[in-house]
């Protein structure tokens, strides 16, 4: 698979990795794949104030179907920063075509998420001697957001092996690994299914109902409908 | 001044920075630089799970004496990842002499914790339009923490400049600013004298007692003893 990558660590133990999951479509294939690879996962989700809670119950299914090592959910409060539609009292935007989005910064951006999400998995990756952190960012169909795109990840990892201890040492080289980066929608639907993942088990909506039913209007719903329709696989998505 | 830093803000505006402020002698000197360079404040704590509360409360009355716009706590829980002196339940080193610090990582070294702290300050810098994030990192005395070398910061500043709506849009170029970076705790303490820091509301103390003060053998107080020393001023340090 075109995904793979090696694993770094020399010892006889096999490698750990930190993957972060929301319990969404991108982060729960990139776990597959990372189990795929041969790392013990540890999985880290965020209880920060994101409107839509049942995404880390799918979180926790997800990670306990995908095997993970140990799964922490990490409880931070972006609320204080107000300004995004997925954390505030601000309306989801709907019914937007697939064309009409990624040409500027949307309203449901989290200013400086996967920044701070990132920071935490690095301080885990260093407690735990991890050499990878895994991440679903993505920049097809990625709704314009900033810290999804591959010079991002790619300054983020220099940053991180000045950072730690490990770092300074030589002990271990850090690599922020995001498989998904250059894939459609689609294509991530097909690496997941031919890893055996459950997506009925993910939420990807931005404004689900009480029954964890997706809306299949907001920008998430539309680009994970098409992806599953350009794939040819059958949607297993709960809509309202 | 040397450490003079032009503010970029075109505006009519008073530009706005953030300012990472523990309570101790080296942030405090950099929020009383920040001042004198014309901005208006935003100043950003962490209740992180350390043993020096008192800290917080320093960081609260140094906040007030040098005229923080405003000046924001935040709950972040640091200990899930154990493995320091200063969160977890492990003896904070005391009685070693300057010329014993700096060779290796300390055990009161917080995996990723200066990541982590500038990765809040980038979001709400992004969030006030702020163009520049004060951290008073130092590289002379510094007790070898990586997250503290010039290498780092200057990563950092990159990969934020990626990370933001702003970054993208090329509205606003983020500094991260570190004056102290290659000063002496001598130096350190000459500047924020001259600029009217009252260092009596300061604690740097590891392991202050319950009446918060300082023990006077851990290697944050040795330094800070040697430095007013050094910089011939009266230290107004209580210690226990």
């Known amino acids: 698979m075109s995904t793979k990558t090696t ?15 929301s319990g969404g479509l ?23 104030g994101q409107r839509n809670k049942a995404e880390l119950q799918c ?24 300004a995004s539609a997925l954390t505030a009292d601000i309306e ?23 920044t701070i999400f990132l920071s935490y998995a690095l301080a885990w ?7 990878t952190i895994f991440i679903g960012a993505n920049v097809i169909d990625y709704s314009g ?5 591959p010079e991002y990840i790619s300054a983020y990892q220099t940053m991180a092996n000045l950072a730690t201890q490990a770092g300074v040492e030589g002990k271990t080289k850090l690599t922020i690994h995001a498989p998904l980066l250059d894939k459609t929608k689609a294509e991530i639907i097909q690496i997941g299914t031919a890893l055996g993942v459950d997506y009925s088990l993910t939420l990807s909506c931005y404004d689900p ?3 964890s039913r997706a809306c299949g209007e907001c920008d998430s719903c539309v680009l994970r409908k098409k992806g599953f329709e350009d794939a040819g696989i059958s949607d297993p998505t709960r809509y309202r």
């Open 26 to 48: 991108d982060s729960t294939t990139t776990l597959a794949i990372a189990r795929d690879d041969g790392y013990d996962c540890y999985v880290m989700s965020f209880r920060y």
């Open 145 to 149: 957001y900033p810290d999804c795109r």
């Open 209 to 211: 109902d009480m029954d």
């Open 125 to 131: 990756a260093e407690v735990l001697a991890a050499d």
């Open 59 to 82: 979180a926790e299914n997800v990670a306990k179907s995908l095997g993970a090592k140990q799964h922490t959910i990490i409880d931070i409060d972006l609320r204080i920063f107000g």
């Open 7 to 21: 694993p770094l660590n020399n010892s006889q133990d096999t490698p750990k990795a930190i993957v972060l999951l």
């Open 92 to 114: 989801v935007p709907k019914g937007r075509l697939e064309t009409e989005m990624g040409g500027s910064i949307p309203i449901t951006y989290v200013p400086a998420r996967n």
